[in-house]
């Protein structure tokens, strides 16, 4: 498990200000899987998503909470997003403590990844999981909501 980076600290939000780079399969592999047990460890407020620069790398790695387990995802690309928007009122743990902030996301998005096995994937979300996706990628092009 590793520390999650806080709006609280400048040095914090010069790694979370960043835009990831591309991660490599070997180093996206240890990433991924410390986003997943850090995910997992977060228990007040529960994680739905993390990006890599939340725990301090600046690869592009996310894990999202899809049909109840977290997806890592190395170098998502996002595609097809519909024309269709909804407001979403959104938290974030590196923004612990403050008010949720209301943005506009997309209601479906469809991204294509490669898995921690080296397959490369794509999903189509809506709801819930594409607003979180949304947010994620957000972090990876260095945006703090």
């Given at each position: 498990?590793?520390?999650?980076?806080?709006?609280?600290?400048?040095?914090?939000?010069?790694?979370?200000?960043?835009?990831?780079?591309?991660?490599?399969?070997?180093?996206?592999?240890?990433?991924?899987?410390?986003?997943?047990?850090?995910?997992?460890?977060?228990?007040?407020?529960?994680?739905?998503?993390?990006?890599?620069?939340?725990?301090?790398?600046?690869?592009?790695?996310?894990?999202?909470?899809?049909?109840?387990?977290?997806?890592?995802?190395?170098?998502?690309?996002?595609?097809?997003?519909?024309?269709d928007?909804?407001?979403?009122?959104e938290s974030?743990?590196?923004?612990?403590?403050?008010?949720?902030i209301?943005?506009?996301?997309?209601?479906t998005?469809?991204?294509?990844?490669t898995?921690?096995?080296?397959?490369?994937?794509?999903?189509k979300?809506?709801?819930?999981?594409?607003?979180?996706?949304?947010?994620?990628?957000?972090h990876?092009?260095?945006?703090?909501?």
């Open positions: 498990m590793r520390r999650i980076l806080t709006h609280h600290s400048p040095e914090d939000l010069s790694v979370l200000g960043k835009v990831c780079q591309p991660a490599g399969m070997e180093e996206g592999v240890v990433v991924a899987k410390n986003l997943i047990q850090t995910a997992k460890a977060c228990k007040k407020p529960k994680a739905a998503g993390l990006a890599a620069n939340q725990i301090g790398s600046s690869l592009r790695i996310c894990a999202i909470k899809y049909a109840g387990l977290f997806v890592p995802m190395i170098n998502p690309e996002l595609s097809d997003l519909s024309d928007t909804v407001q979403s009122f974030c743990l590196s923004r612990p403590g403050l008010d949720p209301e943005v506009t996301r997309h209601k998005v469809t991204v294509t990844y898995n921690p096995k080296g397959n490369e994937k794509t999903l979300l809506r709801g819930q999981e594409s607003i979180c996706l949304q947010h994620e990628v957000d990876l092009n260095g945006i703090l909501i």
